[in-house]
């Protein structure tokens, strides 16, 4: 009768050590990293609770003495801030909505349809990446100005909506639908028109989701070209609004503090809603 034989295998301690070790360092630099990232927004938001002295004491003290939840109550009263909030959401929906038709239909171009020039043309925009904004400020604000552009809602939601960026970034999803679903359609005889509207629109969610947000946070963040172009009080953006009360009311820091928390607060929300739709359609329609 046959006796079966163990072996026995041989323990790495040293390795198991240097693994654990290894997995435990990651989680403290992970940590480390969060912290890092999460204290400046923490702490204007416990600043919206301090008094406008508290804000720069020294010592710092990071938790107020006595929570002030009127700096809230008095920057959501004002009427010029949430005209404000209002009139920037509806000019980055705006700006969206546009940038990804006018971005999505020169991707379906430069995709799917063969024309003269294309290739130089597609070189031609992929450049464009790679020159920064500040350099052409001068001659865009020129432009608009000649246009008369200034002081309207149309000089901060058209000069930027084409992206070569956006185009590039849903081209390459374009790239992967297959080939045969255009041919079938074509078959049974749906035009060009019809082809971007009822195959390709329906199939574009990943990358409008991505695309979508970041034009939506680009609007709503945006600074520079607005104090150039917009001079109304009554067609500022949020970020216009916050600089003016900062310049105009520089002592009262934790209603600054509040106001930027609350303008912080929208793309903070739309981030935490679209979070797992943003890291999987990444993966989905990126660089393939």
């Known amino acids: 009768m046959a006796v079966a034989l163990e072996i026995p295998v041989a323990r790495r301690p040293h390795r198991d050590a240097l693994w654990w070790l290894y997995g435990i360092g990651k989680a403290l630099a992970g940590a480390a990293f969060i912290l890092a990232a999460l204290f400046p927004l923490a702490w204007m938001v416990i600043a919206g609770f301090k008094s406008k002295t508290e804000v720069i004491q020294t010592p710092f003290q990071f938790?107020?003495?006595?929570?002030?939840?009127?700096?809230?109550?008095?920057?959501?009263?004002?009427?010029?801030?949430t005209r404000t909030m209002l009139w920037t959401f509806l000019g980055a929906v705006l700006f969206t909505l546009l940038a990804l038709t006018v971005n999505s239909l020169a991707a379906y171009a430069f995709a799917r349809?063969?024309?003269?020039?294309?290739?130089?043309?597609?070189?031609?925009?992929?450049?464009?990446?790679?020159?920064?904004?500040?350099?052409?400020?001068?001659?865009?604000?020129?432009?608009?100005?000649?246009?008369?552009?200034?002081?309207?809602?149309?000089?901060?939601?058209?000069?930027?909506?084409?992206?070569?960026?956006?185009?590039?970034?849903?081209?390459?999803f374009y790239l992967s639908v297959p080939a045969s679903l255009e041919e079938a359609a074509m078959l049974d005889g749906c035009g060009r028109v019809r082809i971007f509207t009822h195959l390709f629109l329906p199939l574009s969610k990943p990358p409008f989701v991505v695309m979508g947000i970041t034009a939506f946070l680009a609007y709503w963040n945006s600074y520079v070209w607005p104090i150039l172009t917009i001079t109304t009080p009554e067609q500022f953006v949020v970020q216009q609004y916050l600089a003016t009360f900062r310049s105009e009311r520089s002592t009262e820091l934790g209603i600054l503090m509040a106001g930027s928390v609350l303008a912080a607060a929208p793309v903070i929300i739309l981030f935490l809603i679209f979070q797992r739709q943003i890291i999987g359609n990444i993966k989905m329609a990126g660089l393939k």
């Open 113 to 172: 349809l063969d024309f003269r020039f294309k290739r130089t043309l597609w070189v031609l925009v992929i450049t464009t990446m790679f020159i920064p904004g500040m350099t052409i400020l001068l001659t865009s604000f020129i432009v608009v100005t000649n246009l008369q552009m200034l002081d309207t809602l149309a000089v901060l939601v058209i000069p930027g909506a084409a992206s070569a960026g956006m185009i590039f970034f849903i081209r390459q």
């Open 63 to 81: 938790f107020p003495e006595v929570w002030l939840w009127e700096n809230y109550a008095q920057i959501l009263a004002d009427p010029t801030f």
